[in-house]
T-cell receptor, first 110, second 114 residues
Framework: GQNIDQPTEMTATEGAIVQINCTYQTSGFNGLFWYQQHAGEAPTFLSYNVLDGLEEKGRFSSFLSRSKGYSYLLLKELQMKDSASYLCAVVGGATNKLIFGTGTLLAVQP | GAGVSQSPRYKVAKRGQDVALRCDPISGHVSLFWYQQALGQGPEFLTYFQNEAQLDKSGLPSDRFFAERPEGSVSTLKIQRTQQEDSAVYLC????????????FGPGTRLTVT
């Protein structure tokens, strides 16, 4: 079966660092995406990992361990505008559809 | 246009009505996906097109759901005899090719069935 787990909600303070974890069990794997979604808006691309290790892009970093079926998204120097839902998605299947977790709703407080 | 567009942005339908949701992908994008997103949940895959061919419709929840992409560009998702459980945001995404995994999402159509 297909299963992607991530925490439902997290709270963090402006200026701090937060790590959002994602574990997955899927029948196929062609990489893992992190998307950001503000309320009422489309998901927007943050990162893509297909090899093990850390990918850094500005304030955002993403890590993947394929052997453990585990990824995390690290957000540094949090800003109020980072309050959003963060979606973990695995590329799988013959048609490369995205299999999403339920999303983690991050609230950044002053 | 520069991105994926969808229309209408909002649709209210009475139970039993038919609805049609439109998606204009990014020009030149071969792959097109439809997803359904219930409130507080992640998007769930509905169907996939490569050009005009519907290669995967395994996520369509019932035979009331039908999608087409006759000329390999614009796609329409049709829901017949809508029911309250169909209320959700319907997202369309496109990507350049089958080996290009990044999908670009449209703003979605929020469907409310009363």
């Amino acid at each position: 079966g297909q299963n992607i787990d991530q925490p439902t909600e997290m709270t963090a303070t402006e200026g701090a660092i937060v790590q959002i974890n994602c574990t997955y069990q899927t029948s196929g794997f062609n990489g893992l995406f992190w998307y950001q979604q503000h309320a009422g808006e489309a998901p927007t691309f943050l990162s893509y990992n297909v090899l093990d290790g850390l990918e850094e892009k500005g304030r955002f970093s993403s890590f993947l361990s394929r052997s453990k079926g585990y990824s995390y998204l690290l957000l540094k120097e949090l800003q109020m505008k980072d309050s959003a839902s963060y979606l973990c998605a695995v590329v799988g299947g013959a048609t490369n559809k995205l299999i999403f977790g339920t999303g983690t709703l991050l609230a950044v407080q002053p | 246009g520069a991105g994926v567009s969808q229309s209408p942005r909002y649709k209210v339908a009475k139970r039993g009505q038919d609805v049609a949701l439109r998606c204009d992908p990014i020009s030149g994008h071969v792959s097109l996906f439809w997803y359904q997103q219930a409130l507080g949940q992640g998007p769930e895959f509905l169907t996939y097109f490569q050009n005009e061919a519907q290669l995967d419709k395994s996520g369509l929840p019932s035979d009331r759901f039908f999608a087409e992409r006759p000329e390999g560009s614009v796609s329409t998702l049709k829901i017949q005899r809508t029911q309250q459980e169909d209320s959700a945001v319907y997202l369309c995404a496109s990507s350049f090719g089958q080996a290009e995994y990044e999908q670009y999402f449209g703003p979605g159509t929020r469907l409310t069935v009363t």
